[in-house]
């Protein structure tokens, strides 16, 4: 085990490693200033249940009935060896006909042991690279591995397209609806980033068999439920973008030592688990481990990281809290109380100095919402 | 509304709050608990209520309820004869009109088609269970298994799909062209049922146009679909596949020979193929 | 420089040729200053004299007159007209070719052979006149909605522009037409291609403007596909400074960076600014005018012998209004108004021996998609001949990556490239290497 | 957003309580607005599992969807729907549309897409009232994208335009935390009533998305209930779990009903700004062309927006925003000191009147009067070099002749221009008289014309040519909905 090895199982203390998952490193990128965060999933620390043992449980859960609908449509896009999607590949990319295999990979004879699993996923997708016919064409539910800070992280995209145009097309299986040939940007934009981690996977999966990087194409195929029926249909996804950003935060990611450097010694997330594994420690200590991670709060923090609550209430009084573009047109100042005195001319800074242009600056906002209102600000 | 009622609402309230903290934080064993409390909590909610509605008398004869989701599972189970019929038979029944290996989800549907029953397809695992015990316990002694299908490479049990014991083996073996061949299969055994028919079922028309839908050559947007270019358009794609599905099947038919009795009918769990190959 | 000047020779020869053979048109991509009023001019020239009526579509009045007076200049005697609004004042240079009429009725101007206005005022043009040939100038600051409105007055068309300037953009929420192929919010130039797939797409090759010292620079940040090259080799381009330093300072080793190597990375101390930053605008301020009290004199192919670089010849660039407006005031207060001061917006198609850029980035705290726009820096960073200093706050490479990378997307909408983010980061590794630290 | 805006908010943080960002109300409000809160079934496409709506604060009316899933169902609703609604738009003469939330009019621009191309006769019919429904409810949300438009209101935007409360935009999409900054109950402060709203036990979203843990511990046992006993057959155990299902939709309903009548009354004290009347006129025209274009059996709104439609509706957008915003500058001092922020306008009091001056030097004489005013406002070189108005006198255009520091403050003469009568002596109170406070802005409300556009039929070939004329399709009126 390498020394960032051992010191990030330190602060994940007992509990079990969370592994990443597409939706986890997708999510890397909504924050990537965050250190507490980066640490946290790097550490492979269940943040869901951190952040509720400190008090501070994360806004977001999952509707069953949501869940339902999700399995649902995949299900029916895969009835019968994929009929639902096998029709939309060949009118989508023109599929020739012949084409038409269905290689299932979510067990291995039964087996549905990762590793095994893994080995299998790499073992018939080189095949269908190197051997010419017969090569496959759909290959459901295979799984891969990424790097990710030192860890493998196995990942499992819904399902891979081969033999379009001889390469590989990653397919993600939405159950969200695409009304009148558009969606949600933002549930489009999570789906392309995850499509994203998957093509990337992919290719690191197949460079092992010396298969070029560009047979994975970074078109992936996005499949969503049409209109407000149940049925399905296909639209390409670009991913170049999404590429390049991932790649830079992996990258970082790799560079945690710097991050777990600003650390104090000895600091650990661990529950302090007795016997019967019930949690012993203070949730107030715990708190403050956490607090000694310095975090990045901005309100979008509030869709994506179970943290938030936490982080937002740690951020009390400060601009940040009030959003990025608050903050900045409070001219960077970080803290509500300082901009109040500076907008009361309270704190006069000296000429030229940081805050001379920020204080004239809500100076001169106080003095005319004073004249304005009739009141002093 | 009485007094134990409000009550009984505060409490309810109460019970989400602890019940939503405890799910948050993954708590699975409170949260059960406070679960269990909560139905409680509401079922006594729910008959203080049905009480002062009795005392007020509000009566209702069942035929005018309205009518339920047509989409929940084992719909319609108790309005139909079929249903007597055990699960089994249901079973087999729809699997001999398809003639190939099958999902329950499928099978459901050509049931609720053909034999005017439908099952939850929830069941079926239990039932593929069942059936290996018994044959376990005396080989052959029944007419027919419910058994599995098996993929061509390992032998081992192809996720979800049924077949039966009396079928030639090679048809119960799955290589990967197999699911598109059985798809197209189906397609046309459904429609020559269809032609059966003595009049047109709604369920059955849902039925052929889902196989329509997914297979190239078959106008769907018309109103009613035409079962002769159905099986038409079926039969051409079929002779693209049949020649190296039928290659790879039969392969596999010949090493499942050298399987013991339960493992051909059953399936060969991981690893075991090599050991008795 | 012969060869590059014949390679520029042959592709502007081979587009006027592909113009006889193009059914509905040609697009040209132009990168900065690679002749793109050259092509137009002589472009229009020729349908003319091969007795075909043209309309010539620019964007802003101050290009229109341009285009009227170059093309006037160079063909004497060709009947070219000026279509302009009512209360326009026919500019200066144009007094002197009494072959160009100005009129403010598009059917007064039927007996010229080049007609040229906005764009805005031929949407206004109606009744049923038409003209076999249109040329677009800047077509891809031109709006899609904007091409709609003049479209039906041409059957074929040259559009001209430079891919890497600044998008057009909206005032209102233009969600709804994502993902559609006629999307208002697009280029003109972008409309177009989705509609007409096989329209040739041809590209200048090389840019007169931009010395050996940035063109590397630039077209691999902003042009990553197409790619260009400088016209002029390294020796061809110098800027020498007659005065010494006034003394061992900061202001001084950026003004000597640039005039050596054609770039200069002013660093102020890493701090969170309001947007006028005062450090910042003085610095530019600063800059702009130590290069005149360095008595700069630039030495090209164009003044071999070498000229003195005027104020006017010095521009300093911002991203937003009052940052120049902050600039301005400074410059004032020296006596230097003749020293360009503008937003990216206004400075685009202009030129520059000394350019001075705030960069955009300078002093946020966060990157919002407005300061990590490709263009805005494209611009800024393209409108020199001889040098370009960036002032900038450190710190940036950080801001960039820790920038969220959350934005919405659409189906069916083509992903724009280069990526602000991506060329924001190629272009600051390529400035790293002239860092001067400020004060 | 503005400096002004977050000046505002974080003198919110610090009183915790909501701070007024504008003297007066730009949205304006019908007498009997109809309340609209819609609950949607997660994870389905916009699938209506409840509805309460009225325009009644006394009487809610409440719709639920035993099974969302089921098409026939919810085409149910959407004909009780729309017996309420095109009730309402007959009745009342000034209908207007309030949901709580922007997601709330996403749902109704989509339920008015799901429902207006289905046909009430032949194959697939559906009931009588439903396309009509989804014509209006995509009218009423189309006018929400329009800049100048009160036809549809989502309550969070309507309050947070007028308050700045000590949260991020993000908080602010919550209607219960909103309204809590700006009117927290007794005993209790903004930021308080804020937090306590974040728990949906104590506070249920406002929708279209229900609370996920209703969902899973409330919601559905009791469809399940429903279900069962309906495949039994059991009625009274059927109308029993029907019941409960309802009465815990209510629980989730109820409480925004009273939220949004609170926010309505709120807004209703803020005195109305000076444009509001007449865009509002322009909202009825626009209701009644839309009835006409329905009773002249016009078809329904495209999907999207053909080129030229586009092209249309994007200037028409773009015209109407920037009109509005000059208007709300004129309307309302806070607006405008916006401008005065940023050096588009300053404001100050006259000092010096000349109001008979007579500019001579032309062919003939002209009354050109000249004031000067002292301000604190700093009056940057371009608004020096362009033409003024006042929101005093919007008829009257003023140019600035002179321009004096004096401390930090400096004098401004300018000249004017009309709007003083024909003759050589101005109107009495035409020209600013000495002791007047007068703002000048670089802006003018002056109209311009909507651009010339080709045909939808004449649409060039660069975009795409003449589009296939419009005719209402079988696979339209079919078009599952399950």
């Given at each position: 085990m390498s020394g960032t090895e051992a010191r990030l199982a330190r602060v994940r203390g007992r509990a079990l490693p969370r592994s990443h998952n597409a939706r986890t490193i997708a999510a890397l990128a909504a924050n990537p200033g965050c250190a507490r965060r980066a640490i946290m999933d790097a550490a492979g620390v269940d943040k869901q249940r951190i952040a509720a043992y400190t008090g501070y449980p994360a806004p977001f859960g999952q509707s069953r009935f949501a869940l339902a609908r999700g399995t649902a449509f995949e299900a029916q896009v895969k009835a019968s060896g994929a009929a639902g999607l096998l029709t939309l590949l060949r009118e989508h990319l023109d599929l020739p006909i012949p084409e038409a295999h269905y290689d299932d990979l979510n067990d291995v004879g039964g087996n549905t042991d990762l590793t095994v699993r893994y080995a299998a996923t790499r073992q018939k997708l080189a095949t269908a690279v190197t051997s010419a016919a017969d090569a496959g064409t759909m290959f459901d539910h295979p799984l891969l591995r990424l790097e990710v800070g030192g860890r493998h992280a196995f990942l499992e995209p819904d399902l891979i397209a081969f033999q379009l145009r001889g390469r590989f097309h990653v397919v993600e299986i939405k159950s969200f609806a695409v009304i009148d040939g558009q969606a949600d940007g933002d549930k489009v934009a999570q789906a392309a980033i995850q499509s994203a981690v998957y093509v990337l996977a992919l290719r690191q999966a197949l460079a092992g068999h010396g298969v070029a990087p560009e047979t994975v194409a970074d078109e992936t195929i996005l499949v969503c439920p049409k209109d407000f029926s149940s049925q399905p249909a296909a639209t390409s996804v670009d991913v170049r973008k999404q590429l390049t950003v991932l790649r830079r935060q992996l990258s970082r990611i790799a560079r945690i030592d710097d991050l777990l450097g600003q650390l104090p010694p000895g600091l650990t997330l661990d529950l302090d688990p007795d016997g019967a594994g019930v949690p012993q420690r203070k949730p107030a200590g715990l708190a403050a481990a956490i607090r000694a991670i310095d975090a990045r709060y901005a309100p979008e923090c509030l869709n994506t990281c179970e943290m938030c609550f936490l982080c937002r209430d740690e951020a009390r009084g400060t601009t940040a809290r009030l959003g990025r573009a608050a903050r900045e047109e409070l001219g960077g100042v970080e803290d509500v109380p300082a901009v109040l005195r500076l907008a009361r001319g309270e704190h006069r800074p000296e000429e030229e100095g940081d805050l001379a242009e920020a204080a004239a600056l809500l100076r001169s906002a106080a003095a005319l919402r004073a004249e304005i209102l009739g009141e002093a600000v | 509304m009485g007094e134990p009622v409000v009550e009984l609402e505060r409490r309810i309230a109460a019970l989400r709050t602890a019940l939503r903290m405890a799910a948050l934080a993954g708590e699975k064993e409170q949260a059960r608990a406070l679960r269990a409390e909560l139905r409680a909590a509401e079922r006594a909610w729910d008959d203080l209520l049905a009480e002062d509605e009795a005392g007020a008398g509000a009566e209702r004869p069942a035929g005018t309820a309205e009518s339920p989701a047509g989409t929940g599972e084992g719909a319609r189970v108790t309005e139909r004869p079929g249903a007597l019929m055990p699960l089994r038979e249901q079973v087999h029944e729809a699997l001999s009109l398809l003639t190939v290996p099958a999902a329950p989800r499928l099978l459901a549907a050509v049931h609720e088609a053909f034999f005017a029953s439908s099952f939850p397809t929830a069941r079926v695992t239990s039932l593929k269970r069942d059936e290996e015990r018994s044959f376990r316990l005396a080989p052959y002694a029944r007419p027919y298994y419910i058994c599995a299908a098996l993929a061509a490479d390992r032998l081992a049990p192809s996720r979800g799909l049924l077949a039966v014991s009396t079928w030639p083996a090679e048809r119960r073996m799955i290589g990967s062209l197999s699911p598109r061949v059985d798809f197209l299969v189906s397609a046309i055994r459904v429609a020559d049922a269809i032609g059966r028919l003595p009049a047109g079922s709604l369920p059955a028309d849902r039925l052929l146009r889902r196989f329509a839908a997914n297979i190239p050559g078959v106008p769907v947007h018309s109103a009613t679909v035409d079962l002769r270019m159905v099986v038409q358009a079926a039969q051409a794609e079929l002779e693209v596949h049949q020649a190296a599905d039928s290659r790879v099947r039969r392969a596999a038919a010949r090493r499942v020979r050298e399987l013991d009795d339960v493992q051909q009918l059953f399936g060969a769990r991981f690893g075991e193929e090599r050991v008795s190959g | 420089?012969?060869?590059?000047?014949?390679?520029?020779?042959?592709?502007?020869?081979?587009?006027?040729?592909?113009?006889?053979?193009?059914?509905?048109?040609?697009?040209?991509?132009?990168?900065?200053?690679?002749?793109?009023?050259?092509?137009?001019?002589?472009?229009?020239?020729?349908?003319?004299?091969?007795?075909?009526?043209?309309?010539?579509?620019?964007?802003?009045?101050?290009?229109?007159?341009?285009?009227?007076?170059?093309?006037?200049?160079?063909?004497?005697?060709?009947?070219?007209?000026?279509?302009?609004?009512?209360?326009?004042?026919?500019?200066?240079?144009?007094?002197?070719?009494?072959?160009?009429?100005?009129?403010?009725?598009?059917?007064?101007?039927?007996?010229?052979?080049?007609?040229?206005?906005?764009?805005?005022?031929?949407?206004?043009?109606?009744?049923?006149?038409?003209?076999?040939?249109?040329?677009?100038?800047?077509?891809?600051?031109?709006?899609?909605?904007?091409?709609?409105?003049?479209?039906?007055?041409?059957?074929?068309?040259?559009?001209?522009?430079?891919?890497?300037?600044?998008?057009?953009?909206?005032?209102?929420?233009?969600?709804?037409?994502?993902?559609?192929?006629?999307?208002?919010?697009?280029?003109?130039?972008?409309?177009?291609?989705?509609?007409?797939?096989?329209?040739?797409?041809?590209?200048?090759?090389?840019?007169?403007?931009?010395?050996?010292?940035?063109?590397?620079?630039?077209?691999?940040?902003?042009?990553?596909?197409?790619?260009?090259?400088?016209?002029?080799?390294?020796?061809?381009?110098?800027?020498?400074?007659?005065?010494?330093?006034?003394?061992?300072?900061?202001?001084?080793?950026?003004?000597?960076?640039?005039?050596?190597?054609?770039?200069?990375?002013?660093?102020?101390?890493?701090?969170?600014?309001?947007?006028?930053d005062r450090e910042a605008v003085l610095a530019c301020a600063a800059l702009a005018e130590r290069f005149l009290q360095r008595g700069a004199m630039s030495y090209s192919e164009q003044a071999v012998a070498g000229v003195p670089v005027t104020a006017s010849r010095i521009a300093v660039g911002t991203a937003h209004r009052d940052q120049a407006q902050a600039v301005r005031q400074v410059l004032a207060g020296s006596g230097l108004r003749e020293v360009v001061v503008d937003t990216a917006n206004r400075l685009q198609g202009r030129e520059f021996d000394i350019m001075v850029m705030l960069h955009p980035l300078s002093g946020r705290r966060d990157a919002t998609a407005f300061h990590l726009e490709a263009g805005r820096l494209c611009v800024l960073a393209s409108r020199h001949r001889h040098a370009c200093v960036v002032v900038a706050r450190a710190g940036i490479p950080e801001l960039l990556d820790a920038h969220p990378s959350t934005e919405p997307v659409y189906l069916n909408q083509p992903v724009r490239f280069p990526d602000g983010w991506e060329a924001n980061q190629s272009f600051l590794a390529h400035l790293s290497q002239f860092t001067v630290r400020l004060p | 957003m503005s400096t002004l805006i977050s000046l505002a908010r974080a003198v919110a943080v610090e009183r915790e309580l909501a701070q007024p960002i504008r003297t007066v109300r730009h949205v304006h409000l019908a007498d009997r607005p109809l309340v609209f809160i819609p609950l949607a079934m997660a994870g389905e496409a916009n699938a209506p599992l409840a509805a309460m709506l009225g325009d009644d604060p006394a009487s809610a009316r409440l719709l639920t969807v035993a099974e969302p899933r089921d098409r026939d169902q919810r085409f149910a609703f959407a004909a009780e729907l729309a017996g309420i609604v095109l009730g309402y738009i007959e009745n009342s003469h000034a209908p207007q549309l309030i949901v709580p939330n922007p997601a709330g009019v996403t749902f109704t621009r989509l339920l008015g897409r799901s429902t207006r191309f289905r046909r009430t006769s032949g194959e697939w019919a559906v009931p009588a009232g439903v396309p009509l429904l989804g014509r209006w409810l995509t009218f009423f949300s189309e006018r929400y994208e329009h800049p100048a438009s009160s036809l549809m209101v989502a309550m969070t935007g309507a309050l947070t335009e007028h308050w700045a409360t000590g949260q991020s935009p993000v908080e602010d999409l919550s209607l219960g935390a909103v309204l809590g900054w700006v009117d927290p109950p007794s005993g209790m402060s903004g930021a308080q009533a804020a937090a306590a709203a974040e728990d949906p036990v104590v506070c249920p979203p406002a929708g279209p998305a229900t609370d996920p843990t209703f969902d899973n511990e409330v919601l559905e046992p009791r469809m399940l209930a429903i279900r069962t006993a309906g495949l039994t057959g059991d009625g009274r155990a059927y109308d029993r779990a029907r019941q409960a299902f309802d009465e815990a939709l209510a629980t989730q309903l109820t409480p925004v009903w009273a939220m949004m009548w609170r926010a309505v009354d709120l807004l209703r004290r803020v005195p109305e700004a000076g444009h509001v009347r007449q865009r509002w006129t322009d909202d009825l025209d626009a209701v009644a062309w839309h009835a006409g274009h329905i009773g002249e059996g016009g078809p329904p709104q495209a999907r999207r927006d053909g080129a030229v439609a586009a092209a249309r509706r994007l200037a028409n957008m773009e015209r109407i925003q920037e009109m509005v915003a000059v208007q709300r500058a004129f309307d309302d001092p806070l607006v405008m000191a916006e401008y005065r922020m940023t050096g588009a306008a300053f404001a100050g009091e006259v000092v010096h009147a000349e109001p008979d001056r007579v500019d001579g030097s032309g062919r003939r004489r002209v009354l050109r009067p000249r004031v000067t005013l002292v301000t604190s406002d700093d009056v940057s070189e371009q608004i020096s070099a362009s033409e003024l108005t006042s929101p005093a006198r919007p008829s009257q255009k003023a140019r600035v002749v002179s321009l004096t520091a004096a401390g930090d403050q400096c004098r401004v003469t300018v000249e004017l221009k009309g709007g003083m009568g024909r003759s050589l002596t101005p109107v009495p109170g035409s020209v600013p008289a000495v002791g007047e406070r007068v703002c000048y802005a670089m802006v003018s409300d002056s109209y311009q014309n909507p651009p010339a556009l080709p045909a939808p039929e004449d649409t060039p070939w660069t975009h795409g040519g003449p589009p296939p004329q419009y005719t209402p399709a079988d696979d339209e009126a079919r078009e599952d909905w399950s």
């Open positions: - | - | 420089m012969t060869s590059t000047a014949e390679l520029a020779e042959d592709a502007t020869r081979q587009i006027l040729t592909s113009l006889g053979a193009a059914e509905r048109g040609v697009v040209v991509d132009s990168p900065p200053g690679a002749g793109k009023s050259t092509l137009v001019v002589r472009a229009a020239a020729g349908l003319a004299e091969s007795g075909e009526p043209v309309m010539v579509i620019a964007q802003t009045n101050e290009q229109v007159d341009d285009l009227t007076d170059r093309l006037a200049s160079a063909h004497p005697d060709l009947a070219v007209g000026r279509l302009a609004a009512g209360g326009y004042l026919p500019a200066p240079r144009l007094a002197g070719h009494e072959k160009v009429t100005v009129a403010t009725k598009a059917a007064d101007l039927e007996q010229c052979a080049v007609v040229l206005g906005t764009a805005h005022k031929w949407a206004t043009v109606s009744g049923d006149l038409r003209w076999p040939w249109a040329i677009v100038d800047e077509a891809y600051q031109m709006r899609s909605d904007l091409l709609l409105r003049v479209a039906e007055r041409f059957d074929r068309a040259l559009f001209v522009g430079d891919p890497g300037q600044l998008d057009p953009f909206s005032t209102v929420d233009t969600d709804r037409w994502a993902g559609l192929t006629w999307d208002p919010m697009q280029s003109a130039v972008a409309v177009l291609l989705r509609h007409n797939p096989d329209i040739a797409v041809r590209t200048l090759p090389v840019s007169w403007r931009l010395p050996a010292s940035a063109a590397p620079a630039v077209s691999e940040a902003f042009y990553p596909f197409t790619g260009f090259t400088a016209a002029t080799g390294a020796g061809d381009r110098r800027l020498e400074l007659l005065a010494r330093p006034l003394g061992r300072n900061g202001l001084d080793q950026a003004v000597d960076m640039a005039a050596g190597a054609g770039w200069a990375l002013c660093e102020l101390p890493a701090r969170h600014t309001v947007r006028t | -």
